[in-house]
């Protein structure tokens, strides 16, 4: 048996007999975040049909929110294609905005000035959230909410299988930079979006929900240098609470990729 063999093997034996307890202890602190930060029974939920969407949408359903979901893209995009499928086996109300090409360039164009940035990550994630909160208003609602937090704190991002091994220090390192440029960027975000009364909610970056996912192990959330899957203990929380497999264990693809805005630009 090769060493690379042993350790998944290892990690996967004490994920087993630990997991129940840490589970139900993860899931207990994402419905807690969820009710401290979602305060409105009326909410609509940014949507791609991947593990953290879903697994956010699941949560405030089964916590008795009126739950609709909301997609934005390009005709035909993944995102719009996926999260057609993902509502239906959730049965949960779904709302499709589409992006129109023709004014696609115009509003790029207005939401860089105001924004005034360089980084393309940013100004992809602000045109979406634009669309996005313009789609909200339009269906009568004033609250957004996201999944964000779920990939710096939980290892989903590439960034973190790519300095693999390594400890939990340094891994705690990258997600403190992570947290704080997500954070920003959101704030930031936050200007551009259609009507002043439309709100952000990011159940995931509450600050108690941060401290609690911090201190929770590596290895519940990623494996080595060839994990590409990582956030594994969320993984198994959404397959265990209902979420269908084909999205409980879908690889990332952020959103600006999956409604095809960074393709537009």
């Known amino acids: 048996m090769s060493c690379s063999y042993i350790n998944v093997y290892l990690i996967d034996l004490c994920f087993d007999l630990h997991s129940k307890m840490k589970l139900q202890n993860v899931l207990n602190e994402l419905q807690s975040a969820i009710k401290a930060t979602i305060l409105k029974r009326k ?3 940014s949507f791609s049909g991947g593990v953290d969407s879903s697994l956010l949408a699941k949560l405030c359903n089964d916590l008795n929110y009126d739950v609709t979901l909301l997609t934005i893209g390009f005709k035909n995009c993944h995102d719009i294609l996926f999260s057609k499928k993902i509502s239906n086996m959730l049965d949960l109300p779904h709302k499709i905005y589409e992006i129109h090409p023709d004014e696609f360039n115009i509003i790029k164009s207005l939401i860089n000035q105001k924004l005034d940035i360089d980084n393309l990550s940013w100004l992809e994630n602000a045109i979406a959230f634009h669309y ?3 789609a909200s208003q339009q ?3 004033d609250r957004i909410v ?3 937090g779920i990939d710096e704190l939980f290892c989903g991002y590439d960034i973190y299988r790519r300095i693999m091994p390594c ?3 340094k891994i705690l390192r990258i997600m403190n930079i992570k947290l704080k440029n997500e954070i920003s960027m959101l704030t930031q975000i936050s200007s551009v979006l259609t009507k002043p009364n ?3 909610i990011h159940p995931f970056l509450f600050c108690n929900f941060i401290e609690f996912a ?5 290895f519940y959330k990623i494996r080595d240098q060839n994990d590409l899957l990582r956030k594994h203990i969320i993984r198994k929380i ?4 209902g979420i269908p497999k084909i999205s409980a264990y879908k690889r990332k693809k952020s959103m600006q990729y999956g409604s095809e805005i960074h393709k537009f630009i």
């Open 214 to 218: 911090k201190k929770i192990p590596l």
């Open 139 to 141: 269906l009568g609602f």
């Open 167 to 169: 400890n939990q220090d």
């Open 198 to 200: 439309i709100k952000l």
């Open 132 to 134: 996005m909160s313009k």
């Open 238 to 241: 959404a397959f265990q609470i």
């Open 146 to 148: 996201t999944a964000n």
């Open 43 to 45: 909410i609509i939920i």
